[in-house]
């Protein structure tokens, strides 16, 4: 064999090895996905509840990985309104030829007590195939996932076709500091990109060990509260009236539970229901056909709203999640009060909902006002469109790892970060890169974990994904 032939062959295996499907190994993978997990364990083992716990803890701790995996300090800013609650923002710097792309996710975790836990939830548990702790779904495991990443990119000296920035922020699940609002409104240059992938949304469905579906997030509905309230004079319990501010705001609560706000659909919710339809077969996927009919078919709809996962993507959904009224066992309640929490389907403002819960409760006595803890205000919140490159992307990844699993595009009824950043006028998808078993999601409940095959996956996937992206033409 001719000297000529061998170059020409070891060239051959070079680009074999360069286009190697993400699942594939390669030299450095078990060392990222060490790498993962250390970052994984450090960042559940810091409290970053609103209550007791710090971000700003969490934002220093990855700052100062990045500044020794080679970023310079320039690159890497640890920033906020309070000491707290700061976040951390690096860069990644590329060729230029294309606008940035920006990665966000959040730092902060939901409150946990340890007397409802039978761990402590602020440990990092490894047991029977599956990591514990607050945060191991919502979503330390992103952050830590997106870390490796950009670590990794940085000492192979990976120049990408754009900037890549990393955001990792605050108060995403409740408090008056939501880093990506106060980022866009202070320092919109620092973070400033054509598009942003979020891994706190959207959905990798699996089901007892099979994979069902990829779904990009690429629309959500807008969260809202709403105060109700009944106050009348009270009085002694001997000498009961016929105005009683608990039956009143009762009487308007069984009329609400009892309604249906109207079928709606956008494009993402289209896609979904079309795709999605194939994927589940027999009646429920005849049902998510029938739906889409002009006009649709209202038995299937109501089969499909009988189910809360796919109700809650079809409208707007409003539920009572607390209730307080009164003030002795022998005193006629003066007050009642409740708090509605409404899932809004993106385009009706917050104001028109408040309309529409008076004239469901139907009860003049009931006064109806929006609670906005966050201080974030309403917003338009549009669906992003679904972008060639992106989606291209993430198909050409997930055939390479996971063959015949389709990507569907979803509509989340929960609420992320995505929903300022696209009123903002960014585009943003929601891509969380692990599957989660549809019967096992304990996101913000007791006990809550991430099987370590799906969070190894996600190194992969993330790696690849990225690579999808942002490599030069």
Known sequence: ?????????????????????????????????????????????????????????????????????????????????????????????????????????????????????????????????????????????????????????????????????????????????????????????????????????????????????????????????????????????????????????????????????????????????AKEADIVGGQTGADMKAILQSPPDERAAAHLSATPFYNARLRTTCVATRLEAGHANNALPGFARAIVNCRIFPGHPPDEIREQLVKILAEPEIHVTRVDSSGLGPRPNPPSPLRPDVMGALEKVVNQMWPGVPVVPVMDAGASDGAISRAAGIPTYGVPGVFIDINDDRSHGRDERLPESSFYEGVDFYYGFLKALTSPQ
């Open 1 to 273: 064999m001719t000297r000529i032939s061998l170059a020409l062959i070891a060239t051959f295996v070079s680009l074999c090895v360069a286009t190697l499907p993400a699942r594939a190994q390669t030299p450095s993978d078990a060392g990222t996905k060490q790498l993962a997990h250390d970052i994984f364990k450090q960042l559940i083992e810091i409290n970053t509840t609103d209550s007791v716990g710090n971000v700003t803890t969490a934002a220093e701790a990855m700052a100062q990985r990045l500044r020794d995996a080679g970023f310079s300090a320039s690159d890497v800013q640890v920033l906020g309104p309070n000491d707290r609650k700061k976040n951390m923002v690096a860069r990644l710097h590329g060729t230029g030829a294309h606008k940035p792309l920006l990665l966000i996710c959040h730092l902060d975790v939901v409150e946990a007590r340890r007397e409802d836990w039978t761990m402590d939830p602020f440990q990092f548990v490894e047991k029977d195939g599956y990591f514990y702790g607050r945060g191991t779904e919502d979503v330390k495991d992103g952050d830590a996932l997106l870390m490796s990443e950009m670590i990794r990119m940085k000492q192979e000296g990976y120049k990408p076709d754009r900037d890549i920035i990393l955001a990792l922020t605050a108060d995403e699940e409740g408090g008056a500091s939501n880093g990506v609002d106060w980022l866009l409104r202070t320092h919109r240059d620092l973070i400033d990109a054509e598009f942003i992938l979020n891994p706190d949304a959207g959905d990798f469905e699996m089901d007892h060990g099979k994979r069902l579906s990829v779904g990009i997030q690429a629309s959500e509905k807008l969260y809202a509260d709403f105060q109700l309230e009944v106050t009348n004079r009270g009085g002694h319990s001997s000498l009961p009236g016929p105005d009683n501010a608990i039956y009143q705001l009762s009487e308007g609560l069984t009329r609400l539970g009892h309604y249906q706000f109207p079928l709606e659909f956008n494009e993402v919710t289209r896609a979904y229901f």
